[in-house]
């Protein structure tokens, strides 16, 4: 911190009487909050400090954190009471410091800021990082204890818990001359950091259990704070030994081994920091007395202690760190880095601007709209439309839009239709498929057909050496899908399935947001879609532009609201996570009986890796237009649809954690001419477009475990569906 940015932070605190800063909260058991919070400009006797780092005591802040026995606290409440940083504004009658001065603070929560009376600040001399010096008062705790333990020259001993207090304990011992240390702990997930440390000799309780009762050592450090320590320091201790509780145990003990104790005329000492006042020395000298020592075995660099904290928190992410001490055991030290604060946040200015609680942040999520989304546009590939009904008129309008192509020639069973189409956009109307195919103006075709004829026109086209353009779904089934995918590779021709929702701004936005790890490691999705279809959509589609009623067959259709409706969303939701579905279990329904698909349909996922889906659809719901996405992990979650929102315990550029963020305005993207653009400059550019056939065969592979589920009664496994096709999972899921 610059003495500019503390002269600036000491001259807010004279004018107003406060500084503006963030603490930590817990608001209720098992909760964590980074709020805003304002700090008293120093007293007489008192010093003003901007904290550079606050030290977590693990062990205890995980108990209190869980509300565990004799370690409950008041809520809501301020954890913390280690801490280092940077003196910024000094009381009248504080002597021997001054603005500018490093100083280690005792017992203060953690936040940016603190004001703390004199006699619990002490100075840091230079060349010890402040990082490292914030852990005074865990060192007090552990020299207390390593005092009153006695041992002696060349004496062996044992710690039992090698978290944070147990490794400063023999860290500071062997700085007294002990002799070789036995470290105890329930895993092996502090072995290595131990051994590192010169610890002899490593048991790990889950491993040998039955190793402790040779041990035998005249000095036992029960470190671990569980009730259950002392039983098992007792069977570690030498007979005539000494067992030092260092601490207080949280919860109550199953049983307390008295005829061990006397049997073995073992010296039960408790080294409680609250015993320092019951020594001869008044209390506040009896720390300063341990202070000093642990001050200056750092300043001298007799004793390290950067290697114990294995975890950085940035203080915005302290939700999501409590949430993980209290199931990761393999945490020795942890400490929260106050410099990760963006500056209106860590002391020297105004409380954020977000509001607590407030779904609407000051700063609304927007998209990039600075550039044209045509601005990579290459290439150029003239289309034909084959089938000209109601969608072939929205992707006219798209292939119209986008700049690197245009409409060259239309065909449809209806010539009518086709001629509709071809006026509208300067194009010609063919008479037939082989027309289309045979015309040397003609460089891709989109194919906007009823399901059952993709396969056939596909192959057809792409034998012709025309790329193709699958309007959804690829095809009526995975066998029809897997021809097509052959036959464009048999003839080098680029074929993409139409899923343009990925162009849609708000995925972009969620795309970053998980690629930032937003949401931590992926758990996962709950989609919706719910419609009211009118009785004549199977009869001639929305628009009754094309009669026909092909979507009421199931050999012609291939399926109902999964095939039709929901595929999008099913592309969507594995290109934004890239998970790997394992299997499908699904259930269907056909409300209405007004035709042979489905109009109901409840698809459960299971995701390699543990993660969980669930895709549920009805073009039956009366009354009802409704969409929605929503994806989550370990540490948050996104909601798509039907509003863009975050909720985030990661601390992002610009976005607050532990509340949700709503964006009000999402530009609506041409994503179907961004569909086509992209595809034709991929064509240009000799590389895969962004949507493979392989996509689309990845699609289809899913809608068939879930109508085979259906019909089955169990869960069904894509990937053995695409084996048995003589496709390679690997490539395609």
């Known amino acids: 911190m610059s003495s500019s940015s503390d002269s600036r932070a000491g001259a807010v605190a004279a004018a107003t009487g406060v500084l503006s800063a963030h603490g930590i909260l817990w608001p209720n058991l098992g909760q964590s909050r980074l709020r805003p919070i304002r700090v008293t400009r120093c007293r007489r006797r008192e010093v003003t400090v901007k904290v550079v780092a606050s030290v977590v005591s693990c062990g205890t802040e995980r108990a209190r954190f869980l509300g565990l026995p004799n370690a409950s606290v008041e809520f809501p409440h301020e954890p913390g009471y280690a801490a280092a940083g940077v003196v910024i504004d000094v009381g009248a009658e504080v002597s021997g410091l001054a603005v500018d001065d490093r100083v280690a603070l005792l017992d203060v929560p953690h936040q940016s800021v603190a004001t703390v009376p004199i006699e619990r600040v002490y100075r840091v001399a230079e060349g010890v990082a402040l990082e490292d010096a914030a852990l005074l008062q865990l060192g007090i705790i552990a020299a207390q204890g390593v005092r009153r333990a006695a041992i002696q020259q060349g004496e062996p001993f044992a710690v039992i818990g ?10 500071i011992a062997r700085l007294g001359g002990a002799g070789p240390c036995t470290a105890i702990t329930a895993t092996r997930a502090k072995a290595g950091r131990a051994r590192e440390s010169g610890v002899e000799q490593f048991i790990a309780l889950e491993e040998d259990a039955a190793a402790v009762e040779q041990l035998a050592r005249p000095v036992v450090i029960d470190a671990t704070g569980d009730p259950e320590g ?29 005829t061990e104790i006397w049997r073995k005329h073992l010296q039960i000492i408790g080294a409680h920091v609250n015993g320092l006042k019951h020594e001869p020395l008044p209390p506040k000298q009896a720390i300063r007395r341990e202070a000093e020592l642990v001050l200056q075995a750092l300043a001298s660099n007799r004793l390290v202690v950067s290697d114990l904290f294995t975890t950085e928190v ?15 055991r393999g945490i020795i030290g942890a400490r929260f880095d106050w410099s990760r604060l963006p500056q209106e946040m860590a002391g020297n200015g105004h409380p954020t601007t977000y509001v607590q609680g407030s779904d609407k942040p000051r700063h609304a999520i927007t998209a990039d709209s600075r550039s044209s989304p045509f601005a990579s546009a290459r290439g150029h590939l003239r289309f034909a439309i084959i089938g000209c009904g109601e969608i072939a008129v929205t992707n006219a309008e798209a292939i119209a839009l986008a700049p690197n192509a245009t409409l060259a020639a239309c065909h449809d069973v209806n010539p009518a239709l086709a001629e509709d189409l071809a006026q509208r956009h300067g194009a010609v109307a063919a008479p037939s498929i082989e027309a289309v195919l045979e015309r040397p103006d003609v460089d ?6 009823p399901h059952h004829l993709h396969a056939p026109a596909a192959i057809q086209a792409a034998e012709a050496g025309k790329h193709v353009v699958v309007e959804k779904p690829m095809a009526i089934d995975l066998e029809s899908a897997i021809r097509m995918v052959r036959a464009s590779e048999r003839s080098g021709v680029v074929m993409s399935v139409c899923f343009p929702e990925r162009y849609k701004a708000a995925v972009k936005i969620i795309g970053r947001w ?8 992926f758990g996962g999705l709950d989609v919706r879609w719910f419609a009211d279809k009118p009785a004549s959509y199977y009869h001639s589609g929305l628009t009754g532009r094309s009669p026909s009623g092909w979507r009421m067959r199931l050999d ?3 399926g109902g609201v999964l095939l039709m409706n929901l595929v999008h969303d099913v592309d969507l939701a594995r290109h934004l996570t890239r998970a790997r579905v394992k299997e499908v279990m699904a259930f269907s329904g056909n409300l209405e009986c007004a035709a042979e698909v489905e109009d109901s349909i409840s698809v459960s996922v299971r995701y390699e890796g543990g993660a969980v889906g669930s895709f549920l659809g009805s073009s039956a719901s009366r009354g009802l237009r409704e969409e929605s996405m929503r994806i989550w992990g370990t540490d948050g979650q996104i909601e ?8 985030t315990l990661r601390a992002l550029h610009g976005i607050p954690t532990g509340e949700w963020i709503t964006s009000d305005e999402i530009p609506e993207l041409p994503i179907r001419a961004i569909y086509v653009s992209r595809f034709v400059s991929a064509v240009a550019g000799e590389h895969e477009p962004d949507i493979t056939v392989l996509d689309g065969l990845a699609v289809q592979a899913f809608v068939e475990a879930a109508y085979r589920s259906t019909r089955a009664g169990r869960s069904v496994r894509p990937a053995d569906l695409l084996k048995d096709a003589g496709m390679v999972p690997e490539g395609v899921l």
């Open 162 to 171: 090698m978290g944070l207090i147990g490794s400063l304990a023999h860290r």
């Open 230 to 258: 002392l039983a098992l320091a007792v069977k570690v201790a030498k007979s005539g030994g000494r067992v030092i509780l260092l601490g207080s145990p949280r919860g109550l003990a199953s049983c307390f081994p008295v």
């Open 314 to 328: 940035d203080p915005r992410e302290a939700e999501r760190f409590y949430r993980r001490l209290t199931r990761d």
């Open 444 to 449: 891709a075709v989109m194919l906007c057909l």
């Open 514 to 521: 998980l690629s930032d790890h937003a949401i931590g490691e």
């Open 556 to 558: 012609q259709a291939g």
């Open 640 to 647: 798509m649809k039907p509003a863009v929102r975050l909720y």
